[in-house]
C-alpha cells in the first residue's frame, strides 16, 4: 500500500535523527530553555526577519491552537474562522473546550476576506443585544489552509487593516507552511507572516520533524505570559530540547525550504498530469494537498494500491479525495499513482 492520504506518515527526516543521536547525551535544562532552543529561536527569526519576535516550541497543531488562542482571548471572546478552518472542523472542540467559541464565516475554497471579518464585527457592535452574544476579538486562518489554498499578499494585507479597523488580532495557523511557502505563484514569505500577524506558527509535524510547531509573537504586548499557557495547557515539554534541536536542525542550512521544495514539485507533477487526463478537481490547490474528482469505480480500484483521505460526495457517482505529497514521499511512487489512474480514467 502506497500512502498519500497526509504529510506526516514519515517518521523525520534522516539530519534530524543524526542530530538527535549526536546530543542524547547532553545534559541541558528543561522546558525549552536550554542553549538549542534559544539558537532554534534566533534561527527562526532571522528567517522572519523579525529580530524583536518571541518565539515559543510546542509538540502539535492542535494544542499550538488551543494555546495561542485561549491566551488571546478574554472569557467572553470567541475567534472568527472560515467555515472549513481546521479549528472549527478537525480539533474535536478544542477551542469551545477552552471557553472560546469558534464564529463560522461561510467559504467556498478554505479562505475568507476582509470584507467578511469587518461585517461580521459591524453585525456584533452594531446589534443593540452585542453584549448577550460572544464578542469577535480574533481572526483564524490558515497559511495554506484546510483546502490547499493560499492566500496571496495583498489579501493578508487587506485582512491585516480589517483586523486593525476592528480591532482584532490575527492568528495565522501555519501546520503546513513550508510547503505554502514553496508553492507555485507564492508571493507570501516568512517576513510577511511576521510582518501581518500578531502571531502565526510554522508547523514542523508536517515538515520534517517527529513532532513540534514553533509559535512566532510579532506582537511582544500578547506573549507576556505565554508560558503560564502553555503549562496550563499541558504543553511545557520537559525534555524541550527535543524541540530545539529539531527546529535547530530544519533552519540552520535552509533545510526547512529545501524538503518543502521536494514536496511541491512532487505535487505539481501530479496536478498537472491530471489535468493533462481531464481529471476534475475539488479546488484548485497550489500546494501538496490536491483534490481530484474520480467516479466512484477507480476510487474503488485506486484503493486496492493507494491510500487517500476522502474528503466529500460530489454527487451520485463521484467523489472527491485529498492527495497528499511530503516531505519524504518518492517520485516513484508518484509515477506509479499517476500511471494506475491514466489506466483508470
Known sequence: ??????????????????????????????????DHCERARELIKKACGAPDAYVQFLVGGTQTNATVIASLLRPYE?????????????????IE?????????????????????????????????????????????????ENGTLYSKSEL?????????????????????????????????????ARLSDV???????VGALFGEAVVFSNKKLCENFRYMIKRHGGMLAKGRLLGIQFETLFEDGLYFEISEHAMRLALKIKYALKDMGVNVLFDSPTNQQFP????EVLQKLSEKYSFCYWCRVDDTHSAVRICTSWATKEDSVDALLE?????V
Open 1 to 34: 500500500m502506497l500512502r498519500f492520504e497526509s504529510d506526516y506518515l514519515e517518521g523525520a527526516h534522516p539530519k534530524i535523527l543524526e542530530k538527535l543521536i549526536e546530543t542524547n547525551f547532553e545534559q541541558t535544562a528543561g522546558y525549552g530553555v536550554d
Open 78 to 94: 470567541g475567534v472568527l474562522s472560515a467555515v472549513s478552518g481546521h479549528i472549527n472542523v478537525h480539533e474535536t472542540g478544542a
Open 97 to 145: 473546550a477552552t471557553g472560546h467559541k469558534v464564529l463560522p464565516l461561510a467559504s467556498e475554497d478554505g479562505k475568507i476576506t476582509a470584507s467578511q471579518i469587518e461585517n461580521a464585527y459591524s453585525a456584533h457592535i452594531n446589534d443593540s443585544s452585542f453584549e448577550h452574544m460572544v464578542k469577535p476579538a480574533l481572526v483564524y486562518i490558515s497559511q495554506p489552509t
Open 157 to 193: 494585507e487587506a485582512i491585516r487593516e480589517a483586523c486593525d479597523n476592528c480591532k482584532l488580532r490575527l492568528f495565522i495557523d501555519g501546520a503546513r507552511c513550508g510547503y505554502g511557502l514553496k508553492a507555485e505563484n507564492n508571493d507570501v514569505f516568512l517576513p510577511d507572516l
Open 200 to 206: 502565526f506558527y510554522i508547523g514542523g509535524t508536517k
Open 293 to 296: 474528482i474520480f467516479k466512484d
Open 340 to 344: 494506475d489512474i491514466r489506466k483508470l
